[in-house]
């Protein structure tokens, strides 16, 4: 496979694809890290929900 | 299963557990059959090695113009029927779709480096791409200037679906604007004569794409309600305290009475 | 009817009056395309090339500066709680608001284009196209920009948000707009067609307009 004359432009684009996904699931990753982590720590000093479950409950079954 | 069902967001939290890693295989999957099949596709004749940009390229611009179309029907779900989790849909699609909409444009305005011998041309499609972009940032300004989620929800509702409307007439204007400053044609994606040799790894690539899109639209709206919980959960925190505090002071306030009287 | 009328009535009484503010747009306008020729030097051949865009951009902005007064004075001293509860429709009475709007804001900037295209060498006939078009489109710039104003009166920010949101939106109308001023003047295209796209942007944003900004102000004021 040759890419011809305009192999940085091909290679540019590829990369920078892949790179705004990685961020996009890097984000979405970071982003539930820290909610499930501050509903634990809001469950272990007492703030829990109405409704009676436990706000992590739902959470540790994806983990 | 209905959108009934889904109204309960701790249902919605075990239904997407259980869906997101299939979601996610699919993907990888048809991610690498597409990439494989997009390097081994042939050269085309006019534009030759540089198609290749055109297999990620068209997917997210594709994605850009569904992306909007979701939240059109999340905006919908949220005046209309007032569906609980059709803010939370239309807010996780925001930025996953700008994020689409800028890698259409990056990946145009490369591929127009080799063939028009600028990085930028004021084309149809791409000036209506950034037109699009830019919308995208303005919602996404707008749900970041409000602090009440479902206030800030109702605001973007408006503008999406009002941005709805327009799109195609933004479409349209540009297109005209451009063939009445730009009469000589520029070379355009081969359109109805496309190979079948480009056009199905094309359509894998798309597909994969859009699968991308609903596995990080479901994490996304997942972040979104744990974090619509913590925020309740901290509200119902610092109330208790402002509560508990004002309970102290009154009976400080009785304790100093009682010891005055 | 008569609520209507009276509510128009009102708003150009305020808007005219001292501290209204409407009349701060044609000021504005004026120190924009004063402004132009500093940027792009002082060539009447250029000036007169580029006049009608100036004025169209000058017009822009200068009616999405005065915008931000349609609702949020009522805001603030409450008459648009009792306007949104009153029996007339609500679409009705944005639309109300913003013809009044345009009255006192939009005529204005119409009347002062033929002064500016002195000031830009533009002739008789160009001046009058550009005056028609903005005569035609400003509308649509106004009942478009509505919607940001009665986004930006709900949310409680405004200025710079809504002109981000406005924006966007408003490009269809420029294009338009400048196309059929350039076509009366120089172009080789006619001028009827630019033009009756133009009216009909105008048409259709004379419906969405008042819809979508009493949908944001009925959901948005609680």
Redesign the interface.
């Given at each position: 496979?040759?890419?011809?004359?305009?192999?940085s432009?091909?290679v540019?684009?590829?990369a920078?694809?892949a790179i705004?996904?990685a961020?996009?699931?890097g984000?979405?990753v970071f982003?539930?890290r820290n909610?499930?982590q501050?509903?634990r720590e809001?469950g272990r000093?007492g703030?829990?929900?109405r409704?009676g479950?436990s706000?992590v409950d739902?959470?540790r079954?994806?983990t | 299963m209905t959108l009934i069902d889904l109204a309960n967001p701790?249902r919605f939290?075990?239904l997407s557990?259980r869906v997101?890693p299939w979601l996610a295989a699919a993907t990888v999957i048809l991610l690498t059959i597409g990439l494989y099949q997009s390097?081994?596709a042939p050269?085309d004749y006019q534009q030759?090695?540089?198609v290749?940009?055109m297999f990620?390229?068209v997917p997210?611009a594709w994605l850009s113009m569904f992306v909007w179309g979701v939240m059109s029907v999340a905006s919908l779900g949220t005046l209309v029927w007032r569906h609980p989790l059709a803010d939370v849909a239309a807010k996780a699609a925001a930025?996953?779709g700008a994020?689409f909409t800028?890698?259409a444009l990056?990946?145009g305005s490369?591929?127009g480096?080799?063939m028009w011998g600028t990085y930028w041309e004021w084309d149809a499609r791409l000036t209506s791409v950034l037109i699009l972009f830019l919308m995208y940032l303005g919602l996404m300004a707008l749900w970041r200037a409000v602090e009440d989620p479902s206030r800030a929800a109702r605001a973007a509702a408006v503008l999406t679906l009002v941005g709805a409307i327009n799109l195609p007439i933004i479409k349209f204007s540009v297109d005209w604007w451009n063939t009445l400053h730009q009469p000589a044609s520029v070379m355009r994606m081969g359109g109805s004569t496309l190979d079948k040799s480009f056009l199905i790894p094309l359509l894998v690539m798309a597909v994969a794409f859009t699968l991308?899109f609903v596995t990080?639209h479901l994490?996304?709206m997942?972040?979104e309600i744990?974090?619509r919980?913590?925020r309740?959960?901290?509200m119902?925190?610092a109330s208790?305290v402002a509560f508990s505090s004002e309970v102290g002071t009154g009976s400080r306030e009785e304790n100093a009475s009682k010891g005055a009287a | 009817m008569t609520a209507l009328a009276a509510l128009i009535r009102r708003d150009i009484r305020i808007a005219l009056r001292v501290g209204g503010g409407a009349l701060i747009g044609v000021l504005f306008f004026l120190t924009v395309v004063v402004l132009m020729p500093f940027a792009v030097g002082p060539d009447l051949a250029l000036l007169s090339r580029l006049g009608p865009a100036i004025l169209w951009l000058g017009a822009l902005l200068a009616s999405l500066l005065t915008l931000d007064r349609l609702f949020m004075a009522d805001h603030e001293d409450g008459s648009l709680d009792l306007i949104t509860m009153s029996r007339t429709p609500l679409e009705l009475a944005c639309a109300a608001k913003a013809l009044a709007h345009w009255l006192a804001a939009g005529l204005p900037l119409i009347v002062a284009t033929p002064v500016l295209g002195l000031l830009l060498n533009l002739d008789m006939a160009a001046t009058g196209a550009v005056a028609l078009t903005l005569l035609a489109g400003t509308p649509a710039l106004t009942f478009t920009g509505m919607i940001g104003a009665a986004l930006a009166v709900t949310l409680h920010r405004g200025g710079l948000l809504m002109a981000v949101l406005v924006l966007p939106l408003s490009i269809p109308v420029l294009i338009f707009g400048v196309a059929a001023s350039q076509a009366a003047i120089t172009g080789p295209l006619s001028f009827g067609a630019p033009f009756s796209i133009l009216c009909a942007l105008s048409l259709v944003s004379l419906v969405i307009g008042p819809f979508a900004a009493a949908a944001s102000l009925k959901h948005g004021l609680d």
């Open positions: 496979m040759s890419l011809g004359p305009y192999a432009f091909i540019t684009s590829y920078a694809a705004v996904v961020i996009l699931i984000w979405v982003d539930y909610q499930t501050r509903l809001l000093s703030v829990t929900r409704s479950r706000a739902t959470p079954t994806m | 701790t939290l075990a557990a997101l390097a081994s050269d030759g090695a540089t290749k940009i990620i390229h997210n930025p996953i994020a800028f890698l990056l990946t490369l591929w480096r080799p991308l990080l994490a996304a997942r972040n744990l974090r919980r913590v309740s959960l901290q119902m925190q208790r | -």
